[in-house]
């Protein structure tokens, strides 16, 4: 039996891996994705499309990752390690800088066993900082 930890797991493993493709098999076609600044993103296209955004202007593995579970829901804390590659709307000129950042998630998985939220939470203001903003 697959449980919710599993499948957080495995979606973490896949964001580590840079597979956004076997992240997208994770989650619900009605899923919803809320992101630490911005308006929530509903459905897995719109979840494709912002893997494909962060993908060209970040690379970062997750590393300390601790899960924890109970019932369908569950929450995620880590470390974020990345490097600004390209830079984003709105935000400093990307010149490659490495940053360190604390981060923490809320899941849930629905009973078919995907992920239909993603609640993403870290401090913008020490990401500016660190980026030299």
């Known amino acids: 039996m697959t449980t ?3 499948i957080v797991a495995a979606y973490y493993a896949a964001f580590n891996a840079g597979d956004t493709d076997a992240m997208l098999a994770l989650v619900a076609d009605d899923m919803r994705h809320d992101v630490n600044q911005g308006e929530p993103r509903h459905g897995r296209a719109l ?10 202007c970040y690379r970062e593995r997750l590393t300390d990752m601790v899960i924890f579970a109970e019932g369908e829901r569950a929450a ?8 600004y590659l390209a830079t984003d709307d709105g935000l400093p000129e990307a010149d490659g800088q490495n940053y360190r950042l604390p981060g923490g ?15 993403t939470y870290y401090n913008l203001n020490d990401w500016l900082k660190q980026v030299g903003a």
Request: proline share 0%.
């Open 76 to 83: 995620a804390e880590f470390i974020v390690n990345g490097t």
């Open 105 to 119: 998630a809320f899941l849930s998985v629905n009973a078919d066993g995907l992920i239909d939220r993603v609640t």
């Open 47 to 56: 979840f494709a499309e912002f893997n494909a955004h962060m993908t060209r």
């Open 4 to 6: 919710t930890r599993d």
